[in-house]
């Protein structure tokens, strides 16, 4: 019976020899376990952060790519704000410890009003270049319609020129049957130079219903053979410069034929050769006539 007791206590002892044996290696699994749950964890909070990490750098570079596409400068100082700001909160999330639970949880806030601003802004600058892009249409029809009237109106101005310059051709006056009479001192035609003492200028001014009637100035420059004028008496305007003339005359023009004489007085020696009147209106010469004078 003892020894029966013995075996019994023996066994029992035994047995709890072998169940803490058994309980420590459970816990020891158990541990091993929470170890392992704690390391996944671990590199999960890592993942996340780097991925927290990525977005603010990318973020931050969104930001300086919608600077680069405003011309309005309150936005681009604002984008430029934004984007300090996310290189800011980049810079302490790479500061802040991995156990600092709390930073992290504030800094993925602050990743979410960052991404939420950006968002807002990209929709801002792209109803912005929407804009632009509708102004630049409406401005590139506008230059093309200004374009358009300025050629209608070149050419209407081409036109209007073009029928200005038939109609003040065709108002010109013009002047034929000229002639070029010498006289002598008692009014005779003269058959030598050295007898003239005045020269009869003669035409006619033709009919012309488009011309302007009322006074006109009729000029005659009378030319010598070498191209000197016969008794420079006074000047007159023609193509934008003033010319001598040799005899002047105030007409009445009234848009009928009429018939003109005016005398040009010779006070010098004049050589044989041949003699040219030209007669001016208006500054515009109307006609011209000669005549060959002998010695």
């Given at each position: ?169 065709a108002a010109q006056l013009n002047a034929t ?119």
């Amino acid at each position: 019976m003892r020894k029966l007791t013995h075996i019994l206590m023996g066994g029992f002892i035994l047995l709890f020899v072998v169940g803490a044996a058994l309980s420590s290696c459970g816990d020891s699994e158990k541990l091993k376990e929470k170890e392992r749950e704690i390391e996944e964890l671990r590199q999960l909070a890592e993942l996340d952060r780097r991925e927290m990490e990525n977005q603010y750098a990318e973020f931050a570079v969104q930001y300086a790519e919608l600077k680069k596409t405003v011309q309005n400068d309150s936005l681009a100082a604002l984008l430029d704000k934004e984007q300090k700001r996310a290189e800011q909160l980049l810079k302490e999330l790479k500061n802040v410890k991995a156990n600092s639970s709390a930073e992290i949880l504030r800094l993925k806030k602050e990743l979410a009003t960052v991404r939420a601003v950006l968002k807002d802004y990209i929709r801002q600058v792209d109803s912005l270049q929407q804009l632009n892009v509708a102004l630049v249409g409406e401005r590139d029809r506008a230059l093309a319609e200004a374009a358009r009237t300025r050629k209608e109106n070149t050419a209407i101005s081409q036109v209007r020129a073009q029928l200005e310059e038939k109609v003040e051709i065709a108002a010109q006056l013009n002047a034929t049957g000229v002639t070029i009479t010498p006289l002598k001192k008692n009014g005779k035609v003269a058959k030598k130079s050295k007898d003239i003492k005045t020269f009869s200028i003669d035409f006619t001014v033709t009919r012309n219903v488009t011309a302007t009637t009322g006074n006109r100035m009729a000029y005659v420059r009378l030319m010598k053979p070498h191209n000197q004028l016969v008794n420079p008496t006074g000047q007159f305007e023609y193509e934008n410069r003033t010319i001598d003339y040799s005899a002047a005359k105030a007409i009445e023009y009234d848009g009928e034929e009429q018939k003109v004489q005016l005398y040009v007085p010779v006070l010098e020696y004049l050589s044989a050769g041949k003699y040219h009147a030209y007669i001016f209106i208006d500054g515009q010469m109307i006609g011209s006539g000669a005549v060959e004078l002998k010695k």
